[in-house]
């Protein structure tokens, strides 16, 4: 047996560790994807921009989370010229301002929706003015009215305070060199912005904001890590990224410190003396080129992780522990939703933009709300009435007033507008309709109730008193059985041939304390031996070949079985005629509602039972037909 020395086995044990983590290194790297997804903080939310796409996500007053996208185009698109290194960190700065303040407005209007105080809705209906927005813009011009004053002049008047005292102390005039005055007025400018930023963390709001600012980075973080994008993983991530607004803030202030340095001794050189009001405009005038390298800066080294570089990256990564905070996973949630969003209108252009359901008007509510109809095909005003007085809870008349309506109401009526806008029925859409005063759950098992089987009802309660035993044949959604019981106490009866009517009507009898007897049973089929007062009926009465002719939401959603009567229409009919005397007692009577066209066919049909007598509805048709069975 052949003994290997010890430093040779040491030696292969160490190449194998070494193979091991090369290789382990490898897959990471393989896993991991960068991207150029990058976004921001905004209020109760976060904002995420990908190539083509922005989306912000803001959690409202209600707790959910709410989402606004939009497609952009590139500015590297815009112009040949805005891709040059410089140029193009330039307007990514100035762009990214005015994107990121419209964004801070939106976000504030959807946090602040709650229900608005009596002078919101006065600056809005008589000022046409969102009071928020006005909060935010005062905010916005003060904050750079307090940077100039900061940033600017605060630094030269703390240099100039030191040029001073130092003046006092040796009894004559002094004054630092050019170099001298750019780094201690530089040194200030760090020291204030550190103290900014330290100070701010401290207020709750702003914490929150910071909160969600780490948010952001994680769920970049856990993306480019390569994991799934939960906020459980999420969590794990780290909160700093070299990409960070933080760390081009740094990079801004450090290359603005150099670059007036060099431009101010330039000028020196020349014998050109700045000073006063010139000093400060010159400094302004050289923020588009400062920001523009500091872009530059930042975008290359987010490239690398060399360690060489860590020292430029340091203050900017040490600075983000205190502008992002540890999010909790609904701020996760979120930033998750938002940057899901860009990935998905990112890689498919046919996605397409929504946005934010802010406070409105009545008047202007009912606009949009007929506006989605109107694209869908429905024509009907009376819709979009309905959907705004139910989603409001107002009367129809009321619609149109300047009266403001929240979000949460706004949302509810347009998600309710989109849905009617697909042809399915008004009242399968809101899930309820009323029926002689009473509220009757509908959807596609059943007929919608109309108003002329409303006429019908009101027609028999005139015979029909507690000792009455009724029948409700063919009753579907069992609003006539409800409205009868709950109108007189009779003893009342329903039955239908689908069990699935039959679920949805005791669902309706149970709603309405109702005391229905349910039979499942092909007209009379399962009612043998039961005799009635009263049997009220509206059977499938639609000719067959009429049917596809019949407006789309009828056609199209409602039950078919509901609706056909057989070639003529008259088939049902026929049956009942057959056998209804077998069930009626002496001086009983039954009413069943007919078509348009329909009622000296039915009275004909159902004359061997007894005296008929046709009724007209409130329009004029001939709608109703009665027999009294013979004593």
């Keep these: 047996m052949r003994l290997e020395p010890v430093f040779l086995i040491s030696m292969k044990k ?4 070494k193979r091991e983590k090369k290789q382990k290194k490898q897959k990471c790297q393989q896993k991991c994807q960068r991207t150029s997804i990058g976004g921001q903080a905004v209020m109760e939310g976060v904002m995420m921009r990908g190539v083509s796409s922005m989306a912000t996500a803001v959690r409202d007053a209600d707790g959910i989370i709410r989402i606004e996208s939009k497609r952009v185009k590139p500015y590297r698109q815009r112009n040949r010229f805005l891709r040059l290194p410089v140029v193009r960190g330039c307007v990514a700065f100035f762009d990214s301002f005015v994107s990121g303040t419209k964004i801070l407005t939106r976000s504030a209007e959807v946090y602040g929706e709650g229900e608005p105080s009596r ?4 600056m809005a209906e008589k000022l046409k003015i969102n009071l928020m927005s006005v909060i935010i813009a005062i905010s916005m ?12 002049l605060g630094p030269i008047w703390l240099r100039k305070g030191i ?3 130092v003046s006092a102390a040796q009894g004559s005039a002094y004054s630092f060199d050019v170099v001298a005055k750019n780094f201690i007025e530089g040194g200030f400018k760090i020291l204030i912005f550190v103290l900014y930023i330290v100070l701010t963390s401290l207020i709750k709001d702003v914490r929150r904001t910071y909160q969600y600012h780490g948010a952001e980075h994680k769920t970049i973080s856990c993306y480019e890590a390569g994991l799934e994008l939960t906020p459980e993983n999420a969590k794990k991530c780290s909160r700093v990224h070299n990409r960070c607004g933080t760390t081009f803030m740094v990079f ?6 150099l670059t007036f340095a060099c431009a101010e001794a330039l000028f020196n050189h020349f014998d050109l003396q700045i000073e006063g009001i010139w000093r400060v405009l010159l400094k302004i005038a ?9 872009y530059e800066l930042l975008k290359g080294l987010a490239k690398t992780d060399c360690w060489v570089f860590y020292p430029l990256k340091a203050p900017g990564l040490l600075l983000q522990r205190i502008t992002t905070k540890e999010p909790d996973e609904g701020m996760l949630e979120v930033a998750i939703a938002a940057f899901n969003k860009v990935m998905e209108m990112d890689a498919d252009p046919s996605v397409p933009e929504q946005k934010f359901v802010v406070a409105m008007k009545r008047s202007q509510l009912f606009d949009e709300v007929k506006t989605v109809l109107i694209r869908g095909g429905v024509e009907e005003t009376s819709d979009a009435e309905w959907i705004v007085a139910l989603s409001l809870g107002v009367k129809r008349d009321e619609v149109r007033s300047d009266q403001l309506v929240t979000p949460k109401y706004v949302e509810k009526a347009m998600r309710l507008a989109k849905e009617r806008a697909t042809g399915r029925p008004l009242w399968y859409c809101v899930g309820n309709a009323d029926f002689y005063g009473y509220p009757i759950k509908v959807d596609e098992r059943v007929l919608i109730p109309r108003p002329e089987t409303e006429e019908l009802v009101e027609r028999a309660l005139k015979e029909i008193d507690k000792e009455s035993r009724v029948l409700d044949l063919c009753t579907g959604s069992g609003a006539i059985a409800v409205a009868v019981f709950l109108k007189t106490g009779a003893q009342v009866a329903a039955s239908d041939v689908s069990a699935d009517a039959l679920a949805l009507a005791r669902e309706n009898a149970a709603a309405n304390r109702a005391e ?13 031996g039961r005799v009635f007062d009263a049997i009220l009926t509206n059977p499938p009465y639609i000719r067959s070949g009429d049917i596809p002719g019949l407006q789309r939401e009828v056609s199209a959603f409602e039950p078919r079985l509901a609706l056909d009567g057989g070639e003529d229409g008259l088939a049902c009919y026929r049956r009942i005629a057959e056998t209804a005397g077998e069930h009626l007692a002496p001086g009983g009577f039954l009413l069943a509602e007919c078509g348009y066209d329909q009622a000296d066919a039915v009275a004909e049909l159902f004359s061997a039972i007894g005296r008929t007598e046709v009724f ?8 109703m037909v009665k027999v009294v069975k013979d004593v």
């Design 14 to 17: 160490e190449k194998k560790e």
């Design 119 to 122: 002078f919101e809705k006065w």
């Design 141 to 152: 011009l003060l904050g750079i009215g307090l940077a100039v004053l900061f940033f600017v």
């Design 163 to 165: 040029e001073w005292i």
């Design 252 to 257: 801004v202030l450090v290359i603005s410190i």
């Design 286 to 294: 050289f923020l588009p080129l400062v920001a523009g390298l500091s």
């Design 516 to 528: 229905v007897e349910f039979i499942e049973s092909d007209l009379f089929e399962n009612l043998q």
């Design 616 to 623: 007209s509805d409130l329009s004029g048709i001939r709608r």
